[in-house]
């Protein structure tokens, strides 16, 4: 069974900081691995990550997967209160077929204070 | 701008009562997701179709069934609502083959009294 596990849980930081999210994971054939933002309404895409070592960066955030380790660490830096939001992770597998199933962490709360 | 359309946002439903959960898509994807978010337990995948009239059980189908009858909708039975049902219900859609991420709904906050 495919399992993804997202660490911290919780986090309360102040504006300015940087914070780092992690997220491992067992998965049969692994394919991709992917990060979402989740405000009050739809996660929204933030990354997606197949390949090990190459950093994807989006502004202040950036992303990169590790196979070796089977695990993925996402940054923010310099956060702002809009960065307040559940940060989903998901992976996918090769599978025999195109279904795309996602499995996906518990999410990691971060509250960013003014 | 694509889209997935939940036809509900917030829903109040009692104990027993059949609930219908609609999900429309206007993308043409072949593969549409069910799943609910509890805090501390993330996205449970709960029913998925990878075309019209095509089911398959996700991790946690147990007092749920679902319906394709069409490409764009996707819709989602509680068949006697029970308060352990109270939920978070996140539709979601894929093109396929070759689609990797998730185009999500905004959700349907079910609570079931």
């Known amino acids: 069974e495919d399992k993804v596990v997202q660490s911290p849980l919780s986090l309360v930081v102040h504006e300015g900081d940087t914070v780092t999210l992690n997220c491992s994971y067992e998965?049969?054939?692994?394919?991709?691995l992917l990060w979402y933002k989740q405000e009050k309404k739809a996660p929204t895409f933030l990354f997606m990550l197949t390949s090990s070592g190459i950093e994807k960066k989006s502004g202040r955030l950036s992303s990169i997967l590790d196979k070796k380790e089977l695990s993925s660490i996402l940054n923010i830096t310099a956060t702002q209160t809009g960065d307040s939001a559940i940060y989903l992770c998901?992976?996918?597998?090769?599978?025999?077929?195109?279904?795309?199933?996602?499995?996906f962490g518990q999410g990691t709360i971060l509250t960013v204070h003014p | 701008d694509v889209k997935v359309t939940q036809s509900s946002r917030y829903l109040v439903k009692r104990t027993g009562e059949k609930v219908f959960l609609e999900c429309v898509q206007d993308m043409d994807h072949e593969n549409m997701f069910w799943y609910r978010q509890d805090p501390g337990l993330g996205l449970r995948l709960i029913y998925f179709s990878y075309d019209v009239k095509m089911k398959e059980k996700g991790d946690i189908p147990e007092g749920y069934s679902v319906s394709r009858e069409k490409k764009e909708r996707f819709s989602l039975i509680l068949e006697s609502a029970s308060t352990n049902q109270t939920s978070m219900y996140l539709c979601a859609s894929m093109r396929a083959p070759g689609g990797y991420g998730y185009t999500f709904g905004s959700g349907t906050r079910l609570t079931v009294v």
């Open positions: 998901a992976v996918t597998n090769a599978g025999g077929t195109s279904y795309g199933k996602l499995t």
């Open positions: 998965v049969t054939n692994f394919r991709s």
